[in-house]
Structures are given as structure tokens and as C-alpha cells.
């Protein structure tokens, strides 16, 4: 990590920064059990912990922080993917959902669910040219 990554981590509090990170590992993770997505950059946008995977272009820059409304743990999208409507038909109740960009982590995720979304955002490039 990063120094301004890490100092990111640092302003949240003790339980919701344990959550992410753990969120942060099942990325990685995800990534390196997904075929064709191949190293993370870990980076900040918007002030938030973002994932791309620029050396592939594989999939869509996933961001990670503290739901403002419920102050649960998200994982965020680009609003301009159709990935949260697949999400929402995918799982309507795994998960709560911000706007079309948003993924709102109850207290225990499905973990299996959350591993699929994020190997969909991973490979969201991929999947587009295979299906245009």
C-alpha cells in the first residue's frame, strides 16, 4: 500500500477499516483466481481506494469506502456500466444498493455473491468485446 492509501485507511474507524481491508483482500484475491485480469493498481480517486486494471484493461475501476447513508462498507462502480442492474438482477437481496454506482455490504455478505461481482467488474471490458 501506498502511503496516501494507507492514510485513507487510517480516518475510519477501527471496525470499518478492518472490513474494508478485508473487502481489499477478496479484490486481490478475486483478481488472481480470475483469468485475464492480471495485476491490481491500487490508487486513490475521488479520495476513495480504487482498483484498475490498467496493465490487462480488463475491467472497471472498482473504488472502495464507508457508505454515507448507512456507514457500511461499498464497493462502487462506474455509474456508466450496466454492472449494478446484472447486480440487482443477479442478487437482488444480497446486497443494498447507491444510485447505479454502489454496493452496500451488510453485516455478513454472502461471500460467494460478492467474490461474482467483483469478477464481473474485474473482467467488465473483457465481457463487452465477447458480447459486441
Given at each position: 500500500?501506498t ?83 446484472q ?15 454502489g ?30
Amino acid at each position: 500500500m501506498t502511503p496516501d492509501v494507507v492514510a485513507v485507511f487510517e480516518t475510519y474507524p477501527a471496525v470499518l477499516k478492518d472490513r474494508l481491508l478485508v473487502l481489499r483482500a477478496l479484490i486481490y484475491e478475486t483478481a488472481s483466481d480470475t483469468a485475464g485480469v492480471g495485476p491490481l493498481d491500487e490508487t486513490l480517486k475521488w479520495g476513495q481506494v480504487s482498483y484498475l486494471t490498467q496493465q490487462s484493461g480488463s475491467g472497471t475501476t472498482l473504488r472502495i469506502d464507508r457508505d454515507k447513508a448507512t456507514g457500511q462498507p461499498a464497493l462502487y462502480v462506474n455509474c456508466k456500466t450496466n454492472l449494478l442492474s446484472q447486480y440487482r438482477t443477479l442478487y437482488p437481496e444480497a446486497f443494498g444498493y447507491d444510485g447505479e454506482r454502489g454496493v452496500v455490504l451488510g453485516e455478513a455478505p454472502d461471500q460467494d455473491a460478492l467474490r461474482h461481482v467483483i469478477a464481473l467488474a474485474l473482467t467488465y471490458h473483457k465481457s463487452k468485446t465477447r458480447a459486441g
